[in-house]
């Protein structure tokens, strides 16, 4: 869906006022978004403020004749492709559960079939009240999703759970379950561990060995995943500086030898589990790592640096835990489908993509991607071609080739 229609319903709390950033947000998202507010959203905030950042009309009235004309509460039902209810006071979410269709927003809730979203805002002791828990588990057993709140400081002096969470991250949560409904969910059951980024080798106390990897891959990876249903835990180097996509776990580690006790930690030996490794891992260590800094010496014009090899992470994962499902990266500057075969081989794998590393506009450090994908012989699938695109579209296929041979 190019431009998803994001019906916003406003109710009475003092977070109101995040709600009019999140509509911008959303509309910079390249959402649609259209506002209803209750009696109670429009004494903290007017309706000519969201009309004016949405470029919408605002709809407060279940019964107003302007709006039977136009879009009333059944076409603005229809209308939706995700109804978010932000902030969700208690006496909203109260009269969600009893069923009540007494004002535009509970009336369109019941009218709709598209998923509704609600982020609970409200004092921390109304928060954690049996009666609102127990709503808000009613809810959630009629399939609304209920966002989390945050913890901190209250606008009443109190400190606990119940803060709307800040627009930027309620707009991610959004835009993630958004895109999780419209994806079909080919990964459901699956668990998935990515490995991403760069691992670091320590020299001595100040200097290591590393590269230019920075998780983009590996991170849009993980998000694909996410919206196909499945699982996922990032085991992801400590140079990454990408946010965790929401709901995925992750792992932050050093050295290769870290990545693979951090890896043998989450695996699973089932037909279940997925082992997806984009991480750019140093193939050598520093035989001895200095414990005080080396220092530059006048007689001394050149250093050796004694390596020894890395654990073969991939190698190792395929072969501990057969019964999983393998995807291995190659990243090449020559004769690149050699040698994805050979490591298709060697590496036990079930699928390998390979990556063109020697152009600069693609593979370490840039936003797009071209790959082409093999897999084991036993599949009689033939090699898939995937042209220069962001890291993001190459993702969504990579994810509908592991579908393919799930
Ligand atoms: O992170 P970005 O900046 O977005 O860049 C993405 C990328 C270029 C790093 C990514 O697309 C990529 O190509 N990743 C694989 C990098 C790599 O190390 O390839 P390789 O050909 O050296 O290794 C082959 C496979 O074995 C890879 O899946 C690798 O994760 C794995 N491996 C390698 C060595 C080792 N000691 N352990 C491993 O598990």
Redesign the pocket.
């Known amino acids: 869906m190019t431009c998803p229609n994001i019906l916003l319903a406003i109710t009475g709390g003092i977070s109101a006022y995040k709600s009019a950033v999140l509509a911008r947000l959303l509309i910079k998202a390249g959402c649609t978004v259209r506002v209803m507010m209750t009696d109670g959203a429009c004494e903290f905030i007017t309706p000519l403020t969201l009309q004016a950042l949405t470029g919408n009309e605002v709809h407060t009235k279940l019964l107003d004749d302007e709006a039977e004309r136009g879009m009333g509460h059944i076409e603005l039902a229809k209308w939706a492709d995700m109804v978010v209810i932000a902030p969700a006071s208690a006496n909203t979410i109260g009269r969600l559960a009893g069923g009540l269709a007494d004002n535009l927003v509970t009336t369109v809730a019941l009218a709709t079939t598209a998923p509704i979203v609600i982020a609970p805002a409200m004092n921390q002791a109304m928060y954690a009240h049996a009666i609102v828990q127990d709503n808000l588990a009613k809810l959630t057993r009629f399939g609304y999703t209920v966002l989390t709140p945050d913890s901190g400081e209250q606008a009443c002096g109190d400190v606990g759970a119940g803060r709307l969470p800040e627009p930027d991250d309620l707009c991610e949560r959004i835009l993630t379950l958004l895109a999780k409904s419209q994806t079909p969910q080919s990964l459901r059951g699956k668990k998935v561990i990515i490995?991403?980024?760069?691992?670091v080798e320590a020299i001595d106390p100040v200097r290591f060995l590393s590269?230019?990897?920075?998780?983009?891959?590996?991170?849009?990876i993980a998000k694909a995943c996410m919206n196909a249903g499945a699982d996922v835990t990032i085991v992801a180097g400590r140079g990454?500086h990408l946010p965790t996509p929401f709901g995925a776990k992750r792992i932050t580690v050093t050295t290769?030898d870290d990545?693979?006790s951090a890896c043998q930690l989450v695996m699973t030996d089932d037909g279940d589990s997925i082992f997806i490794?984009?991480?750019?891992?140093?193939?050598y260590k520093v035989a001895n790592i200095a414990s005080q800094k080396i220092k530059k010496t006048s007689n001394q014009d050149d250093l050796t640096l004694a390596l020894i090899k890395?654990?073969?992470?991939?190698?190792?994962?395929s072969h501990t835990f057969p019964n999983a499902v393998m995807?291995?990266?190659?990243?090449?500057t020559q004769d690149s489908e050699n040698?994805a075969h050979a490591?298709l081989i060697a590496?036990n794998l079930d699928m390998?993509?390979?990556?063109d590393?020697s152009d600069k506009s693609i593979?370490?450090?840039?936003d797009d991607?071209a790959?082409t994908v093999f897999f084991a012989k036993h599949y009689g699938m033939d090699k898939m071609v995937l042209d220069k695109a962001s890291?993001e579209s190459i993702a969504k296929s990579l994810v509908e080739c592991v579908a393919r041979i799930i």
Do not use: Q, R
């Open positions: 490995t991403a980024g760069a691992t590269n230019h990897s920075t998780g983009k891959m590996g991170f849009a990454v290769a990545m693979l490794a984009t991480a750019a891992v140093a193939d890395n654990p073969d992470i991939l190698a190792t994962i995807v291995g990266f190659a990243a090449e040698y490591k590496k390998i993509a390979v990556n590393v593979g370490f450090g840039s991607n790959m890291k």
